[in-house]
């Protein structure tokens, strides 16, 4: 485990494999740890990085500093004080897809690219369910019949702080990524599991304005976790990704893709 002390708080973060960096950000439902498959499967060729948010995992819950505008001022303190060379792909997932592109928004000069996963656009987006109260929140959001594959998951979403739940929620509630999505200056892949009851997918009226570096896919069958569901598609999707041009028109879904085995 290591853990970074910034602004008087622990931020826990995992790294692995060499090469060039890559970072990945969590969402509301678990931790860092999801990201494990992905990031052991991209590995070989990058440095990858992933870390709990306030409030999330291991990263302190002592007090609230919960909204997007905080999560981007630690993913900032983050790479600075890691000395993390950029420009670095950003992988967000969620809320963490909402830290993602307001990061790279406000600091384009360290983002190569971004991979937003189940980014909600607006606020009608979010499955109300996050705000209700009573009960497990996995079992709240997600029901109990696609818990199959997830249990790690619900096991890191118990240990989130319930307030980083509401404040988190209500602060991407009420912000309208669109025209965000319009002013970005980097490439931006936007991702969607077609069955995803947390976050309502994207259609491509969203990218209106929006030009060729921005591409928007849908994975058939998948849920709102598209790295579990689809792994194997999911790896290669952003193995491509990370190697292609600026221009994204001619990104595609594929079937399958194997870690190279030397």
């Not at 983002?111 to 929140?137: K, Y």
């Not at 790896?235 to 292609?244: M, Q, T």
């Amino acid at each position: 485990m290591s853990a970074l002390v910034l602004d008087n708080g622990v931020v826990h973060y995992e790294y692995f494999g060499r090469g060039r960096p890559l970072i990945f950000i969590h969402g509301w439902l678990g931790s860092w740890r999801y990201w494990v498959p992905t990031m052991d499967a991209l590995s070989e060729d990058r440095r990858v990085y992933a870390f709990d948010l306030w409030g999330f995992g291991d990263s302190d819950k002592s007090r609230p500093r919960y909204d997007v505008a905080d999560y981007v001022r630690l993913l900032h303190r983050f790479i600075d004080e890691l000395g993390i060379f950029g420009p670095v792909p950003l992988v967000g997932h969620a809320l963490g897809a909402a830290v993602a592109v307001s990061f790279a928004r406000e600091h384009p000069e360290y983002i190569d690219r971004v991979m937003a996963v189940s980014l909600p656009l607006t606020g009608e987006s979010i499955n109300q369910r996050f705000l209700s109260g009573g009960g497990s929140l996995f079992d709240r959001v997600l029901g109990r019949s696609p818990i199959a594959g997830y249990a790690d998951v619900e096991k890191e979403a118990s240990r989130t702080a319930p307030d980083a739940i509401q404040q988190s929620v209500k602060s991407v509630m009420g912000m309208d990524m669109r025209p965000i999505l319009n002013a970005l200056s980097v490439p931006l892949l936007m991702l969607y599991g077609q069955n995803d009851n947390v976050v309502l997918p994207a259609d491509a009226s969203a990218l209106n304005g929006a030009g060729e570096m921005v591409r928007l896919l849908s994975m058939p069958e998948a849920r709102h976790f598209p790295m579990l569901d689809r792994s194997s598609q999911f790896n290669r999707l952003l193995l491509d990704f990370l190697n292609s041009p600026e221009d994204l028109s001619d990104l595609e879904l594929k079937d399958e893709w194997q870690r190279r085995i030397r």
